[in-house]
């Protein structure tokens, strides 16, 4: 099943919904960052919320979550637009742990202590900024704090990511949830009852058949829904040449001096999908020459 996004809204419009499969995404996300298996789950549960975010943007909006945490990742960071695309790091890729195939310790490896940041580039002359403590570390609970502290937003987010014998991921995807203003009680109960008697999550996607569309149909149950559309979700890097000579312009002409003086020239690597950018002597000095 190709990686795609649905958008539902209830028929009452007390609720919208979206659902995504990821696992392609959340695959090349690993292979491109050389994620330990722990750390593939932390950083495919934050590349899916980011996706599931990206249904709430329209036109060239683009999305930001970083999470800064105590522990060993140290820090991740997902990026998306409107359209589906999305990219992913994380500072460190290597966790240290040891797999466990029965329970992974998302928390421990993100850090009991920390921040989740959204930043969100509207199109206004200032990006929106939110942020919030962690709550458990585990990403889909403390994206629901976030909405609901800094937006007053009501949600539910749910996301798995499960793996193969060899680390590889074997499927992905995840939900969120959002009660409208001045929803039906009795509408957000009966949610709130199909919630808690929902398998989960990553047994549902493991099954392998199960649609977005047959997910949000089980999640809803009798509450009535009409899907408002559906989107491709890959993964789309933004780096090039004339991005990563800014990048290098922000050094100052001293820096760049010295990086023709000892290095003559100068190689640099995208965090998100790893590809090198090579500068010569000769790029450099017109670089500063530039500057000047």
Aim: glycine share 8%.
């Amino acid at each position: 099943m190709r990686d795609h996004l649905v958008r539902v809204l209830s028929k009452d419009g007390s609720l919208r919904a979206s659902f995504a499969v990821t696992t392609h995404l959340v695959e090349e996300t690993r292979l491109r960052q050389k994620t330990d298996p722990l750390a593939t789950i932390a950083l495919g549960r934050l590349v899916t919320a980011a996706a599931l975010c990206g249904s709430l943007l329209k036109d060239d909006q683009r999305l930001a979550m970083i999470v800064e945490g105590s522990g060993p990742l140290k820090k991740l960071l997902a990026e998306t637009d409107a359209h589906g695309k999305v990219r992913a790091s994380v500072k460190v890729p290597l966790t240290g742990f040891a797999p466990d195939w029965n329970k992974y310790a998302v928390a421990d490896a993100v850090g009991r202590a920390g921040f989740l940041h959204v930043v969100k580039d509207l199109g206004l002359k200032e990006p929106y900024r939110g942020m919030v403590q962690l709550q458990t570390s585990e990403i889909g609970e403390d994206l629901a704090y976030y909405f609901a502290v800094s937006e007053q937003t009501p949600s539910s987010v749910g996301l798995g990511v499960a793996l193969g014998e060899q680390g590889e991921v074997a499927s992905a995807g995840g939900f969120l949830i959002q009660a409208l203003p001045e929803s039906d009680e009795t509408i957000l109960e009966k949610l709130e009852n199909n919630l808690m008697a929902l398998p989960s999550l990553t047994s549902l996607l493991a099954k392998g058949a199960a649609s977005p569309e047959s997910i949000l149909k089980t999640i809803f149950g009798e509450i009535p829904f009409t899907v408002q559309g559906s989107t491709d979700v890959v993964f789309r890097c933004t780096c090039g040449r004339r991005q990563t000579l800014n990048i290098l312009a922000s050094l100052g002409q001293e820096e760049l001096r010295k990086l023709v003086e000892e290095q003559n020239g100068a190689k640099v690597t995208c965090e998100f999908c790893k590809k090198d950018y090579s500068f010569g002597k000769v790029e450099l000095l017109k670089l500063v020459e530039k500057l000047d």
